[in-house]
């Protein structure tokens, strides 16, 4: 029996993948918890028309993704904070006030998508960051913590 995969399947498949499966395991399992439906004929065909629009999307965001790693990579990017006259800083930065400097420069970038490699920063100085924009999309940045 083959089905289309709605959701991931643990030691099956992924989303939008048709496998072949045991027919119980189909009809008692999988189709009434939702996670698979029947592929038919004319589901085979809607599956693939499914694919194909979702290919042209993924490529839309990947070119939008690649334009947006080449502006950060010409970033300078500056975080002001409080510090010692040693210059270590009150606190430490983080992903959080990253993402938020990379919001004043007008990069809308979450912050669970950034990579700090020497975390947690607790000295003034020059630091490297990585930024996933997509998959296979990392940008590398670098920036700087300064006092106020």
């Known amino acids: 029996m083959e089905v289309i995969l709605k959701k991931n399947v643990n030691k099956l498949g992924y989303a939008n993948e048709i496998v072949k499966v045991k027919p119980g395991y189909g009809r008692n399992f999988l189709i009434p ?7 038919t004929a004319s589901a085979k065909k809607a599956h693939e028309e499914i694919l194909k629009q979702k290919s042209h999307k993924e490529a839309k965001l990947q070119s939008e993704a690649q334009e947006m790693a080449d502006k950060i990579a010409k970033l300078e990017l500056s975080i002001q904070t409080k510090a010692g006259d040693n210059g270590k800083i009150f606190g430490s930065i983080n992903t959080i006030q990253l993402a938020e400097a990379l919001k004043k420069e007008g990069f809308e970038v979450d912050r669970k998508s950034l990579k700090i490699k020497d975390e947690p920063i607790k000295e003034l100085g020059t630091y490297e960051a990585e930024v996933n924009l997509f998959k296979g999309i990392i940008q590398s940045i670098s920036f700087k913590v300064v006092e106020e």
Do not use: E, P
């Open 33 to 39: 918890q939702g996670y698979a439906i029947l592929a």
